[in-house]
């Protein structure tokens, strides 16, 4: 039952280094998503797919990537890692039903650290 | 945009107590959501709510989806050590859009 899996779980990078988180599912969903979590906050979200080939932007896209060629997989990039985006990410995935509707699972989260 | 107000924010409580919390927001939603989030996990879903006016039970959960389709609350009965943690609900809106509040921490005092 392995249900979301995130890697790694901790990460420290310095400024400017590039780091990819990786989400992978095991329960076909079709929907997938990354948030981000910051200290006493909400979970705000990133980016999405609905499918495999497809990804839309969230509410706080900027300075991150995502790619989904397989509907397994769902990695989030960071090409410039900058101070602001300390925080801990979840990834998410969903059945599709009618729209975003359906409860997400949630993968235990990837803890980073920009210094 | 869109937002969901979650209240209290904190809640200090003695074991065995009920407890009580909601979301509200100036738009409609379509779905609400319940999730509790422990220490270095991700949330899992307690209850899901997908009809004005639905009460749900799960355990010593219930939640409703209010009548104006603006606002749910989440009811714990008899809490024990194991509720503390992080509640979050999540509203689906009309427009697709997924909005999660920003949580209600849990204390039990022992």
């Known amino acids: 039952n392995a249900g979301v899996t995130q890697t790694p779980k901790f990460r420290i990078l310095k400024i400017g280094q590039s780091m990819t988180l990786q989400c992978t599912q095991d329960?076909?969903?079709?929907?997938m998503y990354w948030y981000r979590q910051d200290p006493g906050m909400g979970l705000k979200l990133i980016y999405y797919?609905?499918?495999?080939?497809?990804?839309d932007k969230g509410e706080v896209p900027n300075g991150y990537n995502v790619s989904r060629s397989t509907t397994e997989d769902f990695p989030l990039r960071l090409e410039l890692a900058a101070p602001s985006q300390t925080s801990v990410y979840f990834c998410?995935?969903?059945?599709?039903?009618?729209?975003?509707?359906?409860?997400?699972?949630f993968g235990d989260g990837t803890r980073l650290s920009i210094l | 945009g869109q937002q969901l107000n979650q209240s209290p924010q904190s809640m200090f409580i003695q074991e065995g107590e009920d407890v009580s919390m909601n979301c509200t927001s100036s738009?409609?939603?379509?779905?609400w959501l319940w999730y509790k989030q422990d220490p270095g996990e991700g949330p899992v879903l307690l209850i899901a709510l997908y009809k004005a006016g639905e009460l749900t039970s799960n355990g010593r959960l219930t939640a409703q989806f209010g009548i104006t389709r603006k606002d749910s609350f989440l009811n714990i009965s008899a809490s024990i050590p194991s509720d503390v943690g992080i509640y979050f609900c999540a509203g689906h809106s009309r427009d697709d859009k997924i909005i999660f509040g920003k949580g209600t921490r849990l204390h039990i005092l022992p």
């Open positions: 797919s609905v499918g495999a080939g497809i990804t």
């Open positions: 998410a995935s969903s059945t599709s039903g009618t729209g975003h509707n359906q409860p997400q699972h």
């Open positions: 738009s409609i939603f379509n779905t």
């Open positions: 329960m076909n969903h079709n929907y």
